[in-house]
């Protein structure tokens, strides 16, 4: 079974950055997509950025430019940079695994999630 823990979220002001860690241990040799997610308040859980074990990319259309996705599968980790940060990007960031190349479609796992709160 695979385990992701995440970190680097916090309290910034708008305009700043943040990079958030997630790093899965366990059967990792399955995990394929891996994803960001974000819940803000009252509101559903969105994508916003994955990344396949090939590199391939996406990102929501509220995030391309400021947001980028990276990953290091010898350190298994995957990574989010978040610039030019801005109120409406906070809320609790779950990291995102599966077996499947892309998200809701295979064996999936989720992280327990870290707080970004971005100050106007």
């Known amino acids: 079974q695979v385990q992701l823990v995440e970190s680097g979220g916090g309290l910034v002001q708008a305009g700043g950055s943040l990079r958030l860690s997630c790093t899965a241990s366990?059967?990792?040799?399955?995990?394929?997509?891996m994803g960001w997610y974000r819940q803000a308040p009252e509101k559903q859980r969105e994508l916003v950025a994955g990344?396949?074990?090939?590199?391939?990319?996406n990102y929501a259309d509220s995030v391309k430019g400021r947001f980028t996705i990276s990953r290091d599968n010898a350190k298994n980790t995957v990574y989010l940079q978040m610039n030019s940060l801005k109120p409406e990007d906070t809320g609790v960031y779950y990291c995102y695994a599966t077996t499947a190349n892309s998200p809701n479609y295979g064996i999936a796992r989720w992280g327990q999630g870290t707080q970004v709160t971005v100050s106007s």
């Open positions: 366990g059967r990792i040799s399955r995990i394929n997509f």
């Open positions: 990344i396949t074990d090939g590199d391939r990319t």
